[in-house]
């Protein structure tokens, strides 16, 4: 079983966007997955039950015993964590619960810098495990055609983690199909969209050798 947490303490981030789609993509893939909403808002869970055959399991625990309550459920090939933000003991427990951390950025100064925090954690934990997790950025709401893209990359760097190749554009396809409870993935399964989520997905299983 391998925990992918998608975490980042800023709000709007794009987490529960790429945690459901990367779920339903993995999914679709023949995996047997689970989506942990640990945000006390329930943003992944309030977008589940907007379709009523949603195929994905979407299951609540936001609360910090997030490591110990995933050993109680049953096996899963992967099991996505939807981060909280600004909830230090949320995201510590995700952290320890994790083998990936996925970090969602949106490409902005202001973004970056407010990282700083869970990237202290993350480093943490890495020290402490000796390696074993793995944490990287993804840039997320990237806007095609833009030089920012290429200066993202050089600012993230100095946090000294990874920055993957695949990244999440700003496309409006993302809101209609969550307003819906579905992903780009039932909406466009050929479009642009689709293609980069399974770039995504298919980059997390290369590092995490599955």
């Not at 990287?136 to 190749?165: C, Q, W």
């Amino acid at each position: 079983m391998k925990i992918i947490a998608v975490l980042n303490q800023k709000g709007g981030a794009g987490k529960t966007t790429i945690a459901t789609h990367l779920a339903r993509e993995l999914q679709l893939q023949g995996y047997d997955v689970l989506l942990v909403d640990s945000d006390p808002q329930g943003s992944a869970r309030d977008w589940a039950a907007v379709r009523e055959d949603q195929p994905l399991t979407v299951v609540g625990i936001d609360r910090p015993t997030i490591e110990r309550d995933i050993k109680n459920l049953a096996k899963k090939d992967f099991v996505i964590i939807d981060g909280a933000p600004q909830a230090a003991d949320l995201a510590v427990s995700a952290i320890k619960a994790a083998d990936f951390i996925l970090i969602p950025v949106q490409p902005s100064p202001y973004d970056i810098w407010a990282t700083a925090d869970l990237v202290n954690l993350v480093k943490q934990r890495i020290e402490i495990t000796d390696g074993k997790l793995q944490a990287a950025f993804v840039v997320s709401r990237s806007i095609k055609g833009t030089n920012i893209g290429k200066e993202i990359d050089e600012a993230l760097r100095g946090y000294e983690l990874p920055v993957l190749h695949s990244r999440i554009t700003q496309r409006v396809i993302y809101p209609t199909t969550a307003v819906s409870g579905t992903t780009v993935h039932d909406s466009e399964p050929n479009g642009d969209a689709a293609k980069e989520v399974q770039e995504l997905a298919n980059e997390l299983k290369t590092l995490l050798s599955v």
